[in-house]
């Protein structure tokens, strides 16, 4: 079964990046082309359903699977990404993290007024970054046709705070 491949290959590393947290580290998959494929494809059958027009994707880790996705759906990419990251003119959204506040950007012409935008991160944890991107698609006049992850921390309840964009939020495993 795909979800017991997934949850073999992610490495837990304990107090990282501080102490108290379990990092689920999603790059020994990366050695795996197989399971890797197997993601992708299983990924696409689960979002075709919601009909995006392009995948938004969160930097950095978002990127490994995201591009594989929309190429796999043939539809666009796009790279929502750190502030100042971005060659060209951006959008640029600012939200609050247990210590502190980050920016994400988005250039100014990433999305096509009503569009159908699918949000791809490879972790769903409390939410802010997957909201952050959504805001940015609607700056843009976007509509969120749903979220995908590889993984959700259900603990962490951010499938709650995304519930405001879509209740369509998708995830191969869950811990």
Do not use: W
């Not at 108290?20 to 689960?46: N, Q, R, Y």
């Not at 043939?74 to 060209?88: M, T």
């Not at 409390?126 to 969120?144: F, H, N, R, V, W």
């Amino acid at each position: 079964m795909l979800d017991a491949k997934i949850k073999s290959a992610v490495r837990d590393v304990p107090d990282f990046p501080k102490k108290g947290i379990m990092f689920k580290d999603i790059t020994p998959i990366l050695k795996d082309h197989v399971l890797s494929s197997e993601i992708i494809d299983e990924m696409a059958k689960k979002v075709a359903v919601l009909k995006p027009d392009a995948l938004a994707c969160v930097e950095a880790r978002g990127f490994l699977f995201g591009f594989m996705l929309a190429n796999k759906l043939q539809i666009p990419f796009i790279p929502v990404r750190k502030k100042g990251k971005l060659p060209y003119q951006t959008n640029s959204y600012e939200y609050s993290l247990e210590y502190g506040t980050a920016t994400v950007e988005m250039h100014i012409d990433a999305v096509k007024p009503g569009s159908r935008v699918l949000i791809h991160d490879d972790l769903l944890a409390t939410g802010g970054t997957a909201a952050a991107a959504a805001e940015l698609i609607q700056m843009q006049k976007g509509k969120i046709a749903g979220f995908a992850f590889l993984i959700n921390l259900d603990f962490l309840k951010g499938r709650d705070v995304l519930k405001k964009y879509s209740d369509q939020v998708i995830s191969l495993i869950n811990y």
